[in-house]
């Protein structure tokens, strides 16, 4: 096997697997802040809730700490050549990820972990509010560094080939980061509402905790459909904005779009065939991707042929990520747009399907979350730092294949069994209640 393919697969892995955890802190944490808050302004019943989610909220961060730690160590060992090259840059939003935001969610969490009767109630609830702050600063630092490697700014390439930073604020605030992370932020956002109200259905539908099971599926399906309409607009339109403008052949790989057209359609279901060029049984809506990417119905869309082939990302993957993020965010519209007219309408808490849809839908943000960053990592490709470094061009040449592989094993097996554990201790806080 490749050598850098088994470090790509040995990363998608442990970043994909990782990626599970930040979803739940940053969509859980205004949960916790808000719940705290109302605790501290004498709500009884929030004092419940708040202890709660507070549990779940640090068994995620937890699980994220722990499976966090081995992918600061691949960079190193099996992305000698990349960190060589750009570690001044991207080692900048990394540290400060570490030294801020791990910082300051680490040591609040700590106060509320920690809290006593004699603890000031509105001191815990603003440790609870710098909770939520970190969990959203360290996702920012997060984004920052990949925004970078999407649209290298702010830096200068060295008489030895290193890059340099030149910038920090450049990179910081860099144009393809701000709506990148207002989507990954949206995302989790509906994940967090999606858990909340699915694990209020479960307490109504199983006749315990009633009056918070209420709280929860109100509280829930409000955040989902206000998150989910905002991931449509602005925070996903903007984001393809971005997209169209900086990287148009990922747009071209997430439409199946392989012929340039005026006027081109958008495809709603269809099947690439890369060898053939072109989609499969498509059903199309013309002239609308012109419009969504530019503005104008009859605008100039740059098609997969329009590009050298070795500068095209691998078509089938990130085309069928991206329609499954899209699909299941219009579900989600759907369900939480449903599930908030019952609300108004005074029968969401009795009407029994609806309770069953919020349950069963919770695991789908996840799928959501993961494939969107499918599309933005796969449709990178062939480079790791856009137009200016290729993937083939960063692994470590001392680490072969199998050596990869081998610790590939090790992490599956290490991430199962945490996986089984963080399953248990979720699981047994739910069946337990509310304390």
Not at 251 to 260: D, S, V
Not at 366 to 383: F, K, L, M, S
């Given at each position: 096997?490749?050598?850098v393919?088994?470090?790509?697969?040995?990363?998608?892995?442990?970043?994909?697997f990782?990626?599970l955890?930040?979803i739940?802190?940053?969509g859980l944490?205004p949960?916790?802040?808000?719940?705290?808050?109302?605790?501290?302004?004498g709500?009884?019943e929030?004092?419940?809730?708040?202890?709660?989610?507070?549990?779940?909220?640090?068994i995620n961060?937890?699980?994220?700490v722990?499976?966090?730690?081995?992918?600061?160590?691949?960079?190193?060992?099996?992305?000698?050549?990349f960190?060589?090259?750009s570690?001044?840059?991207?080692?900048?939003?990394?540290a400060?990820?570490?030294?801020f935001?791990?910082?300051l969610?680490?040591v609040?969490l700590?106060?509320l972990?920690?809290?006593?009767?004699?603890?000031p109630?509105?001191?815990?609830?603003?440790?609870a509010v710098a909770v939520?702050?970190?969990?959203?600063?360290?996702?920012?630092?997060?984004v920052?560094?990949d925004?970078?490697?999407?649209?290298?700014?702010?830096y200068?390439?060295?008489?030895?080939g290193?890059?340099?930073?030149?910038?920090?604020?450049?990179?910081?605030?860099?144009?393809?980061?701000?709506w990148?992370?207002?989507?990954?932020?949206t995302g989790a956002l509906?994940?967090?509402?999606?858990i909340?109200?699915?694990?209020?259905?479960y307490?109504?539908?199983?006749e315990?905790?009633?009056p918070?099971?209420?709280?929860?599926?109100?509280?829930?399906?409000?955040v989902?459909?206000?998150?989910?309409?905002?991931?449509?607009?602005?925070?996903?339109?903007?984001?393809?904005?971005?997209?169209?403008?900086?990287?148009?052949?990922k747009?071209?790989?997430?439409?199946?779009?392989?012929?340039?057209a005026?006027?081109?359609?958008?495809?709603?279901i269809?099947?690439?065939?890369?060898?053939?060029?072109?989609?499969i049984?498509?059903?199309?809506?013309?002239?609308?991707?012109?419009?969504?990417?530019?503005?104008?119905f009859t605008?100039?869309?740059k098609?997969?042929?329009?590009?050298?082939e070795?500068?095209?990302?691998?078509v089938?993957v990130?085309?069928?990520?991206?329609h499954?993020?899209v699909?299941?965010?219009?579900?989600?519209?759907?369900a939480?747009?449903?599930?908030v007219?019952?609300?108004?309408r005074?029968?969401l808490?009795t009407?029994?399907?609806m309770?069953?849809?919020l349950m069963?839908?919770m695991?789908?943000p996840?799928?959501?979350?993961?494939?969107?960053?499918?599309?933005?990592?796969?449709?990178?490709?062939?480079?790791i730092?856009?137009g200016?470094?290729r993937?083939?061009?960063?692994?470590?040449p001392?680490?072969a294949?199998g050596e990869?592989?081998f610790?590939?094993?090790g992490?599956?097996g290490?991430y199962?069994?945490?996986?089984?554990?963080?399953?248990?201790?979720?699981?047994?806080e739910?069946?337990?209640g509310p304390?």
């Open positions: 096997m490749d050598p393919l088994a470090d790509r697969l040995q990363f998608a892995f442990t970043i994909m990782h990626y955890f930040p739940g802190t940053m944490a949960f916790v802040a808000g719940y705290t808050w109302q605790a501290s302004e709500d009884v929030a004092v419940r809730a708040a202890r709660f989610w507070t549990k779940i909220f640090t961060f937890a699980a994220g722990v499976t966090g730690i081995p992918m600061e160590f691949q960079f190193g060992t099996n992305w000698a050549a960190a060589q090259r570690g001044s840059i991207v080692g900048q939003p990394l400060m990820e570490g030294m935001a791990f910082f969610e680490s609040f700590g106060v972990l920690s809290r006593t009767r004699t603890t109630s509105r001191f815990v609830a603003w440790s939520c702050i970190g969990s959203w600063l360290s996702g920012f630092f997060i920052v560094t925004a970078w490697m999407q649209h290298p700014v702010g200068h390439v060295a008489a030895n290193t890059l340099e930073l030149d910038n920090a604020w450049a990179v910081l605030l860099s144009p393809f980061a701000g990148q992370y207002a989507h990954v932020l509906i994940a967090g509402g999606f909340v109200s699915g694990i209020g259905a307490y109504l539908l199983s315990r905790e009633t918070l099971g209420r709280r929860f599926v109100r509280d829930g399906a409000i989902g459909l206000l998150f989910s309409l905002i991931a449509v607009f602005p925070t996903g339109d903007r984001n393809g904005a971005d997209v169209t403008h900086f990287q148009p052949i747009l071209a790989a997430m439409e199946g779009l392989f012929e340039t005026n006027g081109a359609p958008l495809a709603i269809g099947m690439p065939d890369v060898k053939r060029q072109e989609l049984d498509p059903v199309v809506v013309p002239n609308v991707l012109s419009f969504l990417a530019y503005g104008n605008a100039n869309v098609g997969l042929t329009a590009y050298a070795e500068l095209r990302p691998p089938e990130t085309y069928y990520a991206y499954v993020m699909g299941l965010g219009t579900i989600f519209v759907a939480t747009g449903l599930a007219l019952l609300l108004w005074k029968r808490f009407f029994r399907p309770l069953w849809i069963l839908l695991p789908f996840y799928i959501a979350n993961e494939a969107g960053w499918t599309v933005t990592e796969v449709g990178r490709q062939p480079w730092v856009y200016v470094m993937t083939a061009e960063a692994g470590s001392n680490v294949a990869t592989i610790t590939l094993v992490f599956a290490m199962f069994i945490l996986g089984v554990l963080f399953l248990y201790l979720v699981l047994r739910i069946a337990e304390a």
